[in-house]
């Protein structure tokens, strides 16, 4: 079982930036395949952010960030990065690491329920 664990939250004035890290533990040769980030605010769905493959490093974008946030990962550390720029107020939520074992692309990498491994969630506040 993959585990995830976010990190690097925090409040950020509108234009700033941050970045978020997630350590992933118990993986195997073939898990994960995936490693995206989502983001929920309050009273709103869970919503995809950012997705990257483990290996090939092919990165999928949802259309709001896409010339500002940035998704890596670091095989030797184990760690997917999302760094984020130009925030906005809209960009708070609470931030989730997800891992899938199967392989996605644009949209695909989405839905939620194809995700078998959730972290606990790292918050973002982004003040005007």
């Known amino acids: 079982q993959v585990q995830l664990v976010e990190s690097g939250g925090g409040l950020v004035q509108a234009g700033g930036s941050l970045r978020l890290s997630c350590a992933v533990s118990g993986r195997t040769f073939s898990n994960p395949v995936i490693v995206s980030w989502f983001r929920q605010a309050p009273g709103l769905e869970r919503e995809f952010v950012a997705a990257?493959?483990?290996?090939?490093?092919?990165?999928y974008y949802t259309d709001s960030v896409k010339s500002r946030f940035t998704i890596s990962r670091d095989n030797a550390k184990n760690t997917v990065y999302l760094q984020m720029s130009s925030l906005q107020p809209v960009d708070t939520a609470l931030y989730y690491c997800?891992?899938?074992?199967?392989?996605?692309?644009?949209?695909?990498?989405?839905?939620?329920?194809?995700?078998?491994?959730w972290g606990q969630g790292t918050q973002v506040t982004v003040s005007s």
């Open positions: 997800a891992s899938r074992d199967s392989y996605c692309s644009g949209n695909r990498c989405s839905v939620v329920d194809e995700y078998g491994s």
């Open positions: 990257i493959g483990w290996a090939s490093a092919n990165t």
